[in-house]
């Protein structure tokens, strides 16, 4: 009864009217009136098929109940229709080079080309949702696609995956790098030892230009001007590998993604000592806007525009003071601040804000200069993303605000691909929406329910960590120790911009390299954050210090630092002992210098291979001036001197 014709599923027409989904004479109406599409006409032993998605939805519904779903009754699911030759694919494994400067073997290249076209064939399909039926839905397909290239002949050289995570994982690395990805490991190059000088100059700037050309078009470029300068061959694979390494990343990804990216992956970060802080030892506020939907006098009937300031409690994250209101003002602030210390009774020791005219104005200044114990108070610098406030915040709008079925989730600090609104749902019920009068006691429900829940690692709730009562070695130096009785982990551990974390034995620990002087060890930093290494540990020494060792090609490990404890600093000024505070400010400096020697480094870079944006701009210029034809020695001469010579 059910078939496919030209990759369409299709139903027998002589059996939607004997089975009495429909009558004969309805049948021939909706064919007569194009509601019925016909792919086949009966007669001389052949069968009339229609389209089965052309049948209205009333008939399809009476087919489904009676025969259940078309598409999982037809088991005849021929891959290959899906499967076209891929020239490109073709061409790249042909002209692939390893790094002794010979090709792939020719039964290599077939089978990478094959291993292109079939997940082609499944790219098409995850994306085709008519075809996804044929392969039982968004649910099933994997399984069954899974299957079906597992049924392809012997002639079709290609890797058969085990299980739908290993060949998920295959696609999307796929996706992401292209043909490379199917490039087996042994085959592909990872030598970048001629990567040095000019050369590695030259590869960097075109790397590090805004427009962000891809390893692949910088070895094309690279390729025009190689013969000329007398510098050896290079893969993909070795570019890849050396502007993989962090000495290098960090002036690319500075000059290429910009500060922000940069600090996410490089920018060191200070870890602050909270086993001594106690309730209302430090206040934070932070406002923003609230994501509820509330009744409105437009034409819409519904907006969303309040704003809300809220007052913390950091050490217990209880929320003490909180305002609603049209506009984040200094009015706000204030009624915020004046409730929680009305529910508090007390002063806090350390009150933090961010930068928002309302907090700066005089007439907050004027009060938070009174608020807290001494005047303890200061503003988060923008973009460091230190504040505690908006990091409480952002756990406040996803795990209770954006519960709530008028919830329109779409604050800045939590916009997330899984936080959309039903706006439908929303549209439909707005007369049910609460009124503008009505928040407060909304809010007020939404921070019980806050108060007394917790984080899953505590064992009381936010409400009774907040109600908790309060009050006020010349040796050999242990990196010169030789180790004898140390224990490898087993893995590599990434050495990330705010230190080595370590676990044993369920307890946690992070560790940083220091240099001679005790001060943080730029110089290691610049050449091992983000880089993957041995830790080697005293299991009773770890309160001190471990080994970072790398390993090498051939896989011995390599010392490379020690990285002592790493030493947390106080934020709450009445807990400061000592030289903490300079010590903080050493710390906290480090992004700075390295951020500026970083960015330094890159100015250096242009001035030695004179490949800057302007060029960049001048040889595009110069390329629209010559349709493309401009010959190479004129085009290297022209890039040398043009830009100059304009002023």
């Known amino acids: 009864m059910f078939e496919y014709q030209q990759n369409t599923l299709c139903v027998a027409s002589t059996w939607l009217y004997s089975t009495g989904i429909m009558s004969e004479a309805n049948y021939k109406y909706l064919c007569s009136n194009g509601k019925i599409k016909k792919l086949t006409i009966g007669g001389n032993g052949r069968k009339a098929l229609v389209a089965y998605e052309s049948i209205p939805d009333r008939f399809k519904k009476l087919i489904r109940e009676k025969v259940g779903d078309p598409y999982a009754t037809v088991k005849n699911i021929v891959f290959g229709d899906y499967m076209n030759w891929d020239h490109d694919a073709e061409i790249y494994f042909r002209d692939y080079l390893l790094e002794n400067g010979t090709h792939l073997p020719e039964e290599k290249q077939k089978e990478y080309t094959h291993q292109a076209i079939m997940f082609n064939a499944v790219k098409h399909i995850a994306m085709n949702i008519v075809v996804q039926k044929r392969f039982g839905g968004k649910k099933q397909m994997w399984d069954r696609m899974l299957e079906a290239i597992g049924n392809l002949p012997e002639t079709w050289m290609h890797t058969r995956y085990k299980n739908v995570v290993s060949f998920k994982r295959a696609i999307q690395k796929y996706e992401q790098e292209g043909y490379s990805s199917i490039v087996s490991g042994k085959w592909m190059n990872s030598n970048p030892s001629k990567i040095v000088d000019e050369v590695a100059d030259f590869i960097m700037s075109q790397y590090c230009l805004p427009v962000k050309y891809t390893i692949t078009e910088v070895l094309k470029i690279y390729e025009s001007v190689r013969e000329a300068k007398g510098w050896k061959s290079l893969s993909e694979r070795a570019i890849g590998a050396w502007l993989d390494k962090t000495e290098q990343k960090r002036i690319w990804m500075l000059a290429r993604d910009g500060k ?164 439908d749902f929303i549209v439909e019920y707005k007369e049910a929406l609460p009124t503008v009068d009505q928040f407060n006691k909304i809010f007020s429900a939404l921070v019980n329910k806050w108060n007394a829940g917790k984080q899953e690692d505590w064992t009381y709730s936010r409400t009774e960590r907040y109600n908790e009562e309060t009050e006020h070695r010349e040796e050999i130096s242990i990196m010169d120790q030789l180790s004898m009785f140390w224990i490898d982990e087993t893995k590599v551990k990434k050495y990330y911009p705010h230190g080595m974390p370590l676990t044993v034995e369920g307890k946690d620990y992070i560790y940083e390299v220091y240099d001679e002087t005790n001060n943080i060890d730029m110089e290691f930093r610049r050449k091992f954050v983000g880089e993957s290494l041995i830790v080697r540990y005293d299991p009773e020494r770890l309160d001190e210090f471990v080994g970072l060792y790398e390993l090498t090609p051939s896989g011995e490990k390599r010392f490379v630092a020690y990285a002592q404890s790493k030493r947390m600093h106080e934020s709450i000024p009445v807990l400061m002992k000592g030289n903490s505070r300079a010590l903080l400010d050493q710390d906290i400096a480090i992004r700075d210098a390295e951020l500026k020697r970083d960015q330094l480094a890159y100015e250096n870079l242009i001035k030695r291979s004179g490949i800057t944006r302007e060029s960049l701009i001048e040889e595009q210029e110069l390329m629209i001036k010559f349709q493309g034809h401009l010959p190479k020695e004129e085009q290297m001469e022209t890039d040398r001197t043009a830009f100059h010579s304009r002023f």
């Open 260 to 423: 922000d990216e940069y600090m996410k992956h490089f920018g060191h970060t200070v870890t602050r000592n909270r086993t001594q802080w106690f309730p209302n030892a430090w206040w934070a506020i932070d406002g923003t806007k609230l994501d509820l939907v509330h009744f409105a006098d437009n034409k819409q009937k519904m907006a969303a525009e309040l704003k809300i300031n809220v007052v913390f409690d950091v050490h217990s994250e209880k929320i003490i003071g909180w305002d609603i209101a049209y506009s984040e003002n200094h009015a706000s602030h204030f009624r915020a601040i004046k409730m929680a210390v009305n529910d508090s009774g007390c002063r806090p020791h350390l009150f933090t804000y961010d930068k928002q005219s309302g907090h700066t104005s005089g007439k907050m200044q004027n009060l938070y200069n009174k608020l807290p114990v001494k005047g303890h108070h200061y503003s988060h610098k923008v973009g460091r993303k230190s504040s505690p406030a908006e990091q409480i915040f952002n756990r406040l709008q996803q795990q209770v605000i954006s519960k709530m079925w008028f919830s329109d989730k779409q604050s800045i600090k939590v916009r997330t691909a899984t936080n959309k609104p039903n706006t």
